[in-house]
């Protein structure tokens, strides 16, 4: 079945120690986006790319990064984890130009800051 | 910039009972909503889409409707389960950008 995976599903890193998160599909969908989501909270995006073009969200924090090498991978980088940043990190893809842009969503990944 | 709105924010029913699910948003210029579902812990699975143009969409016990003009949508749910627990979403699409707006989720129980 075609779809958005997330890897690892939970990551726990230290206080100030850069971790990358992943990101991939099978959908073919020329746009992908990094949300956070806090308890209780509304997903935020944090950027999206269209193809390859960068899409930053003017409130994103600059310890947030993202590389896409090709159409199906996506990765988060945060450099220098603080406790502010536990959350859990979605990602999702969307097909633009198509008929419908529906989002598809992966699992998450859960990242605890120690 | 779009502000979704969701409520009630927290909701408890008892099994079998129909509900009302509300979102509604500021700028009608959309070009569809997409209500979706979230499980403790997990990612959101996509319930229903309605483009701009429609102004309903089913999916077996679930039906979503679309009043663009007025800036809101509604999520039914016939015979509510036990099942059905989770929180609801909506996010919209703008005309422009690629962008979704969320709102913060109805949290659904249903009581057995």
């Known amino acids: 079945d075609a779809m958005v995976i997330q890897n690892p599903r939970y990551q726990v890193t230290q206080f100030g120690k850069p971790v990358t998160l992943s990101c991939s599909q099978t959908l073919n969908h020329n746009v992908m986006y990094w949300y956070q989501q806090k308890s209780s909270q509304a997903p935020k995006l944090l950027f999206h790319y269209y193809d390859k073009d960068f899409n930053n969200e003017a409130d994103t924090p600059d310890n947030f990064q993202s590389r896409r090498p090709n159409t199906s991978f996506c990765f988060l980088d945060i450099r220098s984890p603080g406790l502010g940043d536990a959350a859990m990190y979605l990602c999702?893809?969307?097909?633009?130009?198509?008929?419908?842009?529906?989002?598809?969503f992966g699992p998450g990944t859960r990242l605890t800051v120690t | 910039k779009q502000e979704v709105t969701q409520i009630p924010a927290a909701l408890s029913v008892p099994e079998g009972e129909n509900l009302v699910l509300n979102c509604s948003f500021t700028d009608s210029a959309i070009y569809n909503l997409q209500w979706f579902r979230q499980d403790p812990g997990k990612g959101l699975t996509s319930l229903l889409l309605i483009q701009s143009s429609q102004r309903e969409q089913t999916s077996g016990r679930l039906n979503a409707s679309l009043d663009k003009s007025s800036g809101r949508s509604t999520l039914y749910i016939a015979a509510s389960q036990p099942g059905d627990s989770a929180t609801y979403l909506c996010a919209v699409r703008g005309n422009t950008g690629n962008q979704f707006y969320f709102g913060t989720g109805t949290s659904l129980t249903v009581i057995p």
């Open positions: 999702a893809t969307s097909r633009a130009g198509g008929s419908s842009y529906e989002q598809y």
